[in-house]
């Protein structure tokens, strides 16, 4: 691979040298537009609606965006010699990368709406399934699986529940021998996108369930294979850098356009996911200009608390719609500097979440190993 793409890691600082800091930035402002797709549905505000035209119409295919990157960086990290066949090792490694912040969000959230509900004799804020039933599921991972009886507790934690079971299928199938790994994994992608093309990426698959495993499978695997078209085509090549900033420049335009311009009709959505994200990320591996804004120092910090960024937004939404209960007050939700600060503001628990949460619930549940393997392009938004 070319040097800016696979860059081998030294002996103190190898993990990261290693890491593509551009992908993690993209997965912050993917975040960022998720954040902003449930403000609108959520508090029922859209400020500044040119702008954000976007992310308030079509904000939720952003989470595709999210399987396709994982599925690349997964690959990479978890499919090879060294790691490949340490089954166990590897979910371990996934629990204590997913578990910590979800059950922290998962345990606020439950208290709060109890508050709401019980407490304050209001209704339950966007979510209504927070049973007992839906609990436990959500304790399982299990809260986005078929099982459920609809979006429950901290809702956007249904692709932290689709993610994980598709995690542990990859990395089941890499424990196998690579023809029948690649014959498992095809044929998961076979039948989920048979689904996807029946159904659209956001719809009901079958009974009324919604066909979000399959949604996530399609993406996942779209990620494995972008990655090895890059590894084995691309970086031979050495696509030319102008080019590959033109690519990203033209995928982010075309996405962008799309979102703000039209309803997601029929497999147009499909289109728009496997053309403008692959295009996008290769564009941002092998650019020069898009890289050099991506790895700006800001925007490093939060592909960095990414994770707790797409975790925490509910709770605090929650948090902010029962204090106007408790205080009878109006938020000013169409104000445009609203939706800025609550934006900072949930950088700002992020940040808390991932030094107080997120590092030492990984660093509790990870077990130390004498070798420490190659560090992925970048961290899994999961």
């Keep these: 691979m070319i040097e800016h793409v696979d860059r081998k890691p030294g002996i103190s600082r190898g993990r990261e040298l290693n890491r593509l800091h551009e992908l993690d930035s993209l997965r912050a402002l993917a975040a960022i537009g998720v954040v902003v797709w449930h403000y609108t ?42 790691r490949s066949a340490t089954f166990a090792n590897n979910v371990r490694e996934r629990i204590a990368r997913m578990y910590p912040l979800h059950f922290a969000t998962l345990c606020a959230v439950a208290v709060m709406q109890w508050i709401l509900v019980n407490r304050l004799s209001s209704p339950p804020f966007v979510y209504v399934f927070n049973d007992n039933y839906d609990f436990v599921l959500n304790l399982l ?33 890499i424990a196998l021998p690579r023809r029948i790994a690649r014959a498992g994994l095809f044929g998961l992608f076979a039948v989920s996108l048979a689904v996807i093309l029946q159904n659209g990426v956001i719809g009901d698959a079958m009974f009324g369930i919604r066909n979000d495993i399959f949604r996530t499978i399609v993406g996942f695997v779209c990620g494995i294979a972008l990655y090895n078209v890059n590894s084995r085509w691309l970086s031979r090549i050495s696509l030319e850098r102008g080019v590959a900033d033109g690519l990203a420049i033209v995928a982010v335009s075309g996405f962008l356009y799309y979102c703000a311009r039209g309803e997601l009709v029929g497999l147009r959505d499909l289109a728009i996911v496997v053309i403008c994200f692959p295009a996008l990320i290769i564009g941002v591996i092998h650019g020069r200009l898009v890289k050099w804004f991506l790895t700006l120092r800001p925007l490093v910090y939060l592909g960095t608390i990414s994770y707790s960024i797409y975790l925490v937004h509910f709770p605090l939404q929650l948090a902010v719609h029962l204090a106007s209960v408790v205080l009878l007050l109006q938020m000013p939700y169409h104000s445009v500097f609203f939706l800025v600060g609550f934006v900072f503001a949930t950088i700002g628990l992020a940040s808390v979440t991932y030094h107080l949460i997120e590092v030492p619930g990984k660093n509790l ?10 560090e992925p392009l970048a961290s899994s938004r999961y």
Aim: proline share 6%.
């Design 141 to 173: 991972l299990l809260n986005r699986t078929g099982l459920e009886s609809g979006f429950s507790f901290n809702g956007p934690s249904w692709s932290i529940s689709t993610e994980f079971v598709v995690n542990i299928l990859f990395l089941a199938a």
């Design 41 to 82: 549905n959520h508090f029922g505000a859209s400020p500044i609606p040119y702008l954000m035209a976007p992310f308030y119409r079509h904000g939720e295919l952003l989470v595709d965006f999210f399987f396709m990157l994982s599925g690349f960086v997964l690959a990479r990290a978890y499919w090879n010699d060294q």
């Design 365 to 374: 549940l990870r077990k130390r190993r004498t070798a420490t393997p190659a």
